[in-house]
């Protein structure tokens, strides 16, 4: 049997380091945050298996009534986060009600699976969107030398579902699997992870393992 591990961070920033042979690896540090079981979710009455965290500390003037009402029914000061952790293989058990889930039950023999939000870059155009081409910037074009081009002929008569254009870009979320852990120093609750991960400085991150 394996026991799944979730833990939530944020992304402080990337760096490198320097592995035997003198080889540079670029580097994610990501911070835990000590977060808590409060919940259990069962297939037979929710339709999934699962259990709920939070995690954090926030002010209660800060707090939405909402979550203020969360925290009183489950006794809780305060918190910033809470997520779910689901498992969809029943050889892997999931934590109980009240566990704290911390940096010290982290392997670096394991790799580790991330889910984060991407940068958000607002409104943008086929070139910065989808790396587009840029139009001829002489010989008659006027004004159009980032524009997007055709876009469909009389037939059918109508825009393709999924054409590539303009419009909202980033703030997604994202899972990679399968990161390589670098080192994990427990005494400043810092997790080193082999690339890049996505998302702005203070991301929230959610770093899980089946261990």
Not at 50 to 76: E, L, P, R
Not at 89 to 108: A, F, Q, R, T
Not at 113 to 131: A, D, E, L, M, P
Request: one cysteine or more; charged letters at 30%; hydrophobic letters at 30%.
């Amino acid at each position: 049997m394996l026991k799944k591990i979730v833990l939530l961070g944020k992304k402080i920033g990337m760096t490198r380091i320097f592995d035997e042979t003198g080889s540079q690896v670029p580097v994610t540090v990501l911070e835990v945050i000590p977060s808590k079981i409060v919940d259990k979710k069962e297939k037979s009455k929710n339709g999934y298996d699962a259990v709920v965290a939070v995690s954090g500390d926030k002010k209660n003037s800060h707090m939405k009534k909402t979550d203020i009402g969360f925290a009183k029914k489950y006794s809780i000061a305060s918190f910033r986060s809470t997520y779910e952790i689901r498992s969809k293989n029943e050889e892997v058990i999931l934590p109980n009600i009240g566990d704290e889930l911390s940096i010290e039950d982290c392997s670096l023999e394991k790799t580790m699976k991330i889910t984060s939000r991407s940068k958000g870059k607002g409104f943008q155009g086929v070139v910065k969107r989808w790396n587009f081409s840029t139009q001829d910037a002489s010989h008659g074009n006027s004004i159009s030398h980032r524009a997007p081009g055709s876009i469909g002929g009389n037939q059918p008569g109508r825009v393709w579902k999924g054409k590539k254009m303009s419009g909202r870009m980033g703030n997604q979320k994202y899972t990679l699997n399968s990161r390589k852990l670098i080192s994990i120093e427990k005494d400043k609750s810092l997790v080193l992870l082999k690339g890049s991960v996505p998302g702005h400085n203070g991301t929230e991150v959610i770093m899980s393992q089946e261990v």
